[in-house]
């Protein structure tokens, strides 16, 4: 029965061609082959191409091509039918495709599967909607032959007042454009309708799929009216989304958008991409009439097929001109079938070329050139010849229809080309492709004409023309629809253009060249939508992994979004920053990156989210294991000659080095030590347990590389004292280097234990660094006071009877307060160490220190009630005296360290007698000493005496009561207290409160306390570290009311002192949120001082995410 029924088709083709039908018949026929169209052909089309259910489909589509070419009038009609039959087709994804076209640009077959069996494998072959098939075939087959001048009806329009006609068209394209606008129209209606009216939601996915064929059948010559309707397509898209640009937000169909855009963004970026294969892969053709002799024939056999395979064993044939091989099978040549004379695609477009150029060449014409223009009419005619061969070969319908379709778009171009434009006559082309119109009749043993091309040279024929085609000409207009709708007053467009330009850069990324196509990507970086913001990030992180080269180009927006208040956006930017790092270590930018990533992984107020994915792109940039295996298994590759090092050594220092550029340029190691300690030990847990073992996994990894790290910056330092040039700029870099090993110093200080003597020569103070000598050997005594605990008996031994102690004693002579804070710090360490003898040399040296301080400034303390009047060299010793008395009091734990319970203020007596000074009564006599210079009337000096005093407090908490009593803490936080004065107070409470919780967090008060062996049992119950912690967040709670009264102080810098010292009472849960937070509000009105207020914001924005029924009341 199907095989009648499909008999019965073909015949009705060949009816409908030959006699007049009345209409309900034509109808009846016409319904009747676009049923067949529902049939599932899948399993069939894939294991046999001639199965009959295939056999059914193509003659259906023949009969109805048959009716739409000879009756005009009911072709709308049958349009309109088209339409609900796509809604019965198959919907499942192996049934959707199930038409056969050719992945190549020729075959005798192509799309043909019915006439017999294919000329080459499966593999060879790609499958479209048979709807889409049929379209293109109704497209083609309203073309009309073109009349042979201006003044000539067309042939073949039996009705003159038929609406398919335009009159001021004579390339035979009438009805086509027709038919496509039809078509365009209807589909897009269909689309556009909200909710689910008439098959909407239905119909979108239809569109996409359609785009999708026209856009794989395009370079097919069979179906040159994929292009056409590709066109109008894109210019009805562009219409509607312009238009809904312009239209109210509740008259625009979401929906219908994302789908137009996408559509318009994928026949945008296929149009780009033939530009750019055409622009990189341009053909070669002859600029001149005068074609160059072929070159002699080569010694040796030089194989130039375009498969790109070797001398295979297998049959070759030789080009008779250029004398090149090419494989049989490549160019559809067997033994059987060699022609007398064979050239191959090079030779036969070159002689082509030439030979067509003398043929049409215009009289008058003044030189031999030849232009584009010139070589595309040639081209043209040689795909004319393979189609016309391929028609008369197989008696295919759709070849047919291709043949005149490209004769009518042929003359249509030439009619719209300036005379002017290449060296053809272009009134003789027309005429000669015109005269081509009747398809000859083919002769028995036909054989191809000789100007024959192979299927890899008729794709590029394809390629080149289609490059020049309307649809590829209209590509800045497209474009330019895409760009404008980027800055559209609709977020949702906003957000669609810009992922449209992604499909479009993606194909090409020298777009992003193009001035306007970057400044709306610039401009969308700043776009208020976040969904639009992140989108643009996308694109360009897209375009900078694609070339890497361009990357600096939109390096500064793409760091301003690392701050973005998007957590996508921030996100994305971070991946894109990885990325780039990790294919391109060398990146210019990544010191910038780096070091924006590395705050935001240190500010608290970061998404969890955001954190982990930069801890992870610094794991795998720094601490990748896989990066180490080579220097931690035990069994290292040998270094080869003119080799540094092994792998693991040789990705060390260049991980170390960036490490060093990243301190260096943010002038602070603060960031990198916040970083390293969190990937060593740890962040805040987040709430899935998966993150917990990628960050137990990513600490366990960070863990075993320190050592290898640590070594490679040492021999970065050694490497940079033995190149350097003693230029200003050295101290930088040698305060960098040493920043950067501090850190690593801070987490693992006996890593550095090894490397001690290599430091130690720095302490000198004699570096050649002269502005940067107090920062070296700060650096270095941090360095030195951290290793400490981890010396041995013997090595502490050496160290301290070598110079170690005179080179500390030293720098608080010479340098400022920073530096001295840092060496008594470190020579209070030594004198601490469990194995250094009570009268120890470093012990000598520290009481020698203070006695000589505390004796200055008890000689200086009644010279003036203000300091500010006397010489600066007395001030100078004035402000060195206190920092180091202050810091011995601070750094060094004398043996009965703990204080009573009850400390009672009569102990703190100046002693005036300097020999009976021990560095066990220093405390009480030094703290005593301070109060009398906190009583002086310069603020200068107030301020100093405070920082002093602070030493004090943090050593001995218990103090601090003592002085609540005394009422120095009312007195310096007063409104009678200068503002330099208040200010210091509050930094001096916030140092107290970080020391404290650093002291619990690290387990150093409980530590101390069982060290103690004087302290009783009753003691430590009573005085535990927790009791001691709470002292200072109690005083100070007791003045909490003056606190938020400072919020509202006339000084600037008093107020922002005031919000940080309230953010950590706050998180360490020392005041009340609920009084606090109106307080916080207030400062929101504080315009003069933003940081102040973005500081209380984000203070506000803490306490609403722990407790949000608090702000809401």
């Not at 077959?109 to 109704?138: E, F, N, W």
């Not at 590509?475 to 800055?487: D, P, S, W, Y």
């Not at 760091?559 to 996508?568: F, N, Q, T, W």
């Not at 009472?1065 to 937070?1077: A, F």
Request: charged share 25%; hydrophobic share 40%; net charge negative.
């Amino acid at each position: 029965t199907v095989g009648q029924f499909g008999t019965m088709i073909e015949r009705a083709d060949a009816f409908v061609a030959c006699n007049e039908m009345d209409d309900s018949l034509l109808f009846t026929l016409s319904g009747a082959a676009l049923s067949t169209l529902t049939i599932d052909a899948s399993p069939i089309v894939r294991a046999d191409a001639a199965s009959l259910a295939s056999i059914i489909q193509v003659s259906s589509m023949d009969l109805i091509a048959a009716i739409f070419r000879r009756y005009p009038r009911h072709r709308s009609i049958i349009v309109e039918d088209v339409f609900p039959l796509m809604l019965k087709l198959p919907a499942s994804k192996k049934s959707l495709r199930t038409f056969l076209v050719k992945k190549s640009a020729a075959s005798s077959r192509t799309g043909d599967v019915a006439k017999g069996p294919p000329t080459s494998t499966v593999d060879d072959h790609d499958y479209i909607q048979p709807i889409c098939a049929l379209t293109l075939l109704l497209i083609q087959s309203c073309v009309v032959m073109p009349s042979q001048d201006d003044d000539e009806q067309m042939e073949g329009a039996e009705d003159s007042n038929d609406s398919w006609a335009l009159k001021d068209d004579h390339s035979g394209l009438q009805g086509c454009v027709a038919v496509c606008n039809q078509f365009t129209s209807q589909m897009l209606q269909r689309c556009a309708r909200k909710g689910e009216e008439g098959g909407a939601s239905e119909f979108r996915p239809i569109l996409s799929n359609l785009i999708d064929d026209l856009l794989l059948v395009r370079h097919l010559p069979e179906y040159p009216a994929a292009g056409m309707l590709l066109l109008y397509l894109s210019h009805r898209l562009g219409s509607d989304l312009l238009r809904a640009s312009s239209a109210a937000k509740n008259q625009v169909e979401a929906t219908y958008l994302a789908t137009a855009m996408d559509a318009f963004g994928k026949i945008t970026s296929a149009v780009a991409g033939s530009l750019q294969r055409n622009r990189e892969n341009p053909f070669k053709l002859p600029e001149s009439m005068n074609l160059c002799a072929p070159s002699p024939e080569p010694t040796e056999e030089i194989n130039r097929c375009f498969c790109g395979r070797g001398n295979l064993d297998t049959f070759m044939v030789d080009c008779d001109r250029c004398h090149s091989w090419h494989h049989g099978s490549c160019v559809g040549i067997t033994k059987d079938t060699v022609p007398d004379i064979w050239l191959c695609d090079d030779c036969t477009l070159q002689t082509t070329v030439v030979e067509q150029a003398k043929v049409f060449a215009r009289g008058s014409r003044d030189s031999d050139s030849l232009t584009s223009t010139d070589h595309n009419h040639v081209l043209r005619q040689l795909l004319l010849s393979y189609l016309s061969w391929t028609a008369q070969a197989s008696h295919s319908q759709i070849a047919e229809r291709a043949r005149e379709f490209l004769i009518a778009s042929w003359v249509k171009q030439l009619e719209g080309s300036e005379e002017n434009l290449g060296s053809f006559d272009l009134g003789l082309v027309r005429n000669f492709a015109i005269s081509q119109w009747t398809l000859p009749t083919p002769q028995p043993n036909q054989q191809r004409p000789r100007a024959h091309l192979t299927d890899d040279g008729n794709q590029r024929i394809m390629t080149s023309l289609v490059a020049s085609s309307e649809l590829c000409v209209s590509f800045n207009r497209l474009l330019g629809v895409i760009l404008r709708l980027m800055g559209d007053k609709l977020a949702s467009l906003r957000k669609l253009s810009v992922k449209a330009i992604l499909q479009v850069v993606n194909i090409d990324p020298a777009l992003m060249t193009q001035p306007t196509v970057r400044k709306e990507v610039s401009r969308c970086f700043h776009d208020e939508s976040i969904s639009v913001r992140e989108a643009a990030v996308s694109l360009v992180g897209d375009y900078i992994i694609q070339s890497p080269n361009l990357a600096a180009a939109f390096h500064a927006p793409l760091l301003e979004r690392i701050v973005d208040k998007g957590i996508s956006v921030r996100k994305r930017a971070v991946r894109i920053f990885r990325d780039v790092l990790l294919s391109n270590p060398t990146y210019e930018g990544r010191v910038a990156a780096c070091h924006a990533m590395m705050q935001r992984a240190a500010d608290r107020k970061e998404d969890d989210g955001v954190r982990d994915l930069i801890h992870e792109t610094f794991h795998t940039l720094w601490f990748n294991s896989k990066a180490f295996d080579m220097g931690i298994t035990g069994s290292p590759a040998k270094s080869k000659p003119g080799q540094l090092g092994t792998k693991a050594e040789l990705y060390c220092k260049e991980v170390s080095a960036q490490m060093v550029e990243v301190v260096r340029v943010s002038g602070s190691n603060e960031v990198l030590s916040t970083l390293v300690k969190g990937l060593l030990f740890g962040f805040a847990e987040g709430d899935k347990d998966k993150k917990n073992v990628e960050r137990k996994k990513r600490q366990e990894d960070s863990h075993s590389q320190c050592k290898l790290l640590v070594k490679a910056l040492i021999e970065l330092l050694l490497s940079f004292e033995d190149t350097r040039e003693h230029k200003e700029d050295d101290g930088k870099q040698l305060v960098a280097i040493l920043a950067t090993l501090g850190v690593f110093a801070q987490t693992f200080p006996e890593l550095v234990v090894p490397h001690v003597d290599t430091l130690v020569p720095y302490l000198k103070g004699d570096n050649g660094v002269k502005r940067y000598e107090a920062a070296v050997v700060s650096q270095v005594s941090s360095m030195i006071s951290g290793a400490s605990s981890h010396f041995g008996s013997g090595e502490l031994n050496r160290l301290t009877s070598g110079e170690l102690p005179n080179d500390l004693v030293n720098i608080c002579y010479k340098f400022p307060s920073e530096a001295v804070t840092s060496a008594v710090e470190a020579l209070a360490k030594l004198a601490n160490h469990p194995d250094a003898a009570s009268d120890s040399i470093q012990e000598k040296k520290l009481l020698k220190l203070a006695t000589q301080f505390y004796s200055y400034l008890l000689k200086t303390k009644d010279v003036t009630n203000d300091f500010s009047s006397m010489k600066k060299s007395v001030r100078d010793n004035v402000r060195r005296a206190l920092a180091a008395l202050g810091s011995i009091c601070r750094f060094y734990e004398c043996a009965g360290a703990a204080d009573d319970h009850t400390l009672d203020s009569s102990v703190f007596v100046i002693e005036t007698d300097v020999a009976k000074l021990q560095l066990d009564n220093l405390s009480n006599a030094a703290f005593a000493l301070f109060l009398q210079y906190l009583s002086k009337e310069d603020e200068s000096t107030k301020c100093l005496a405070l920082r002093a005093m602070n030493g004090v407090f943090i050593s001995r908490p218990r103090v601090v009561l003592v002085a609540e009593q005394m009422g120095i803490i009312t007195s310096v936080i007063g409104d009678e207290a200068p503002p330099s004065v208040q200010i210091e107070s509050l930094r001096c409470w916030r140092d107290i409160l970080i020391s404290e919780e650093k002291r619990i967090d690290s387990g150093a008060a409980k530590a101390k306390m069982e060290a103690q062996k004087n302290v009783t049992l009753s003691k430590r119950i009573g005085g535990d570290q927790d009791g001691d912690s709470t002292i200072s967040g109690s005083v100070l709670t007791k003045h909490s009311e003056r606190l938020y009264a400072l919020t509202l102080s006339k000084d600037e810098k008093v107020r922002h002192m005031i919000i940080d010292l309230i953010g950590h009472l706050l998180r360490q849960g020392l005041i009340n949120p609920m009084e606090t937070v109106p307080h916080l509000l207030a400062v929101q009105g504080d315009v003069k001082c933003p940081s102040t207020r973005a500081l209380a914001l984000k203070l506000l924005q803490t306490e609403g995410e722990k407790r949000p029924d608090m702000l809401r009341q």
